[in-house]
C-alpha cells in the first residue's frame, strides 16, 4: 500500500489556488501498481453478483471499465452534461459556489440491477453522492462505491448512504 501511496503526486494550488491535487498519473503509468490497484478496487465485490460497474467521467472511467472487465460486469459512463448521445437521465448537485450536473443514458440500468459506483478520488463527495442517486433513479440498486483515494478530512462519506470502499485514504 506505502508503494501505491508513493505514486500518488501531490500538485498544489491545481486546479485553483488552495487545492492540494492528488495526481494518479505516476501510479497509472505503474504495471505493477496498477495491477495492484485494479485487483484492491475489485477483490471485495467479486461475490456481490454485480451487473455494472458505473464510473464517474474522466478519472472515473480508467479505472471503471477495468475494474468491470475483473468482476465480469458491464460498464456505464456517467458524464457531465451534453456528452451522451442517447436519452438521458440528469442529477444536479451543489458546489462551493454554484450547481454542477452529472447524466447517464436512461437505459443504462433497469430495475433488479446491481451497480458499484467507481471515481478516483473522494474529496467532499457532493459527486460521488449525485451519481449514487443517478443511478438509483433508475431503479437500479446501488452496493457500494469504490475509489482509489479517499481524502477522509473533507468528510464525504457523510454524503453517502452506501458503503464507500476506499484503497488508500489520507486523514490530513
Ligand atoms: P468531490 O469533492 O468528492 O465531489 O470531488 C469531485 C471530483 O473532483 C472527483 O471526481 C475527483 O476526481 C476530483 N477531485 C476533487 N478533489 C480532488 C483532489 N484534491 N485531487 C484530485 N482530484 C480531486
Known amino acids: 500500500m506505502d508503494q501505491l501511496r508513493s505514486l500518488i503526486r501531490d500538485v498544489p494550488d491545481f486546479p485553483e489556488p488552495g487545492i492540494m491535487f492528488k495526481d494518479i498519473a505516476p501510479l497509472l503509468g505503474d504495471a505493477h501498481a496498477l495491477n495492484r490497484a485494479l485487483d484492491l478496487m475489485s477483490d471485495p465485490h467479486r461475490d456481490q453478483s454485480l451487473s455494472h460497474v458505473a464510473g464517474i467521467e474522466a478519472r472515473g472511467f480508467i479505472l471503471a471499465t477495468p475494474v468491470a472487465a475483473r468482476i465480469?460486469?458491464?460498464?456505464?459512463?456517467?458524464?457531465?452534461?451534453?456528452?451522451?448521445?442517447?436519452?438521458?437521465?440528469?442529477?444536479?448537485?451543489?458546489?462551493?459556489?454554484?450547481?454542477?450536473?452529472?447524466?447517464?443514458?436512461?437505459?443504462?440500468?433497469?430495475?433488479?440491477?446491481?451497480?458499484?459506483?467507481?471515481?478516483?478520488?473522494?474529496?467532499?463527495?457532493?459527486?460521488?453522492?449525485?451519481?449514487?442517486?443517478?443511478?438509483?433513479?433508475?431503479?437500479?440498486?446501488?452496493?457500494?462505491?469504490?475509489?482509489?483515494?479517499?481524502?477522509?478530512?473533507?468528510?464525504?462519506?457523510?454524503?453517502?448512504?452506501?458503503?464507500?470502499?476506499?484503497?488508500?485514504?489520507?486523514?490530513?
Open 72 to 172: 465480469e460486469a458491464g460498464f456505464v459512463p456517467i458524464r457531465k452534461p451534453g456528452k451522451l448521445p442517447w436519452k438521458t437521465v440528469q442529477t444536479t448537485y451543489d458546489l462551493e459556489y454554484g450547481t454542477d450536473a452529472l447524466e447517464a443514458h436512461s437505459d443504462a440500468v433497469t430495475p433488479g440491477d446491481k451497480v458499484l459506483v467507481v471515481d478516483d478520488v473522494l474529496a467532499t463527495g457532493g459527486t460521488a453522492a449525485a451519481a449514487v442517486e443517478l443511478v438509483q433513479s433508475l431503479g437500479a440498486e446501488v452496493v457500494g462505491i469504490s475509489v482509489l483515494v479517499e481524502l477522509a478530512f473533507l468528510g464525504g462519506r457523510a454524503k453517502i448512504d452506501v458503503p464507500v470502499h476506499a484503497v488508500i485514504v489520507y486523514d490530513g
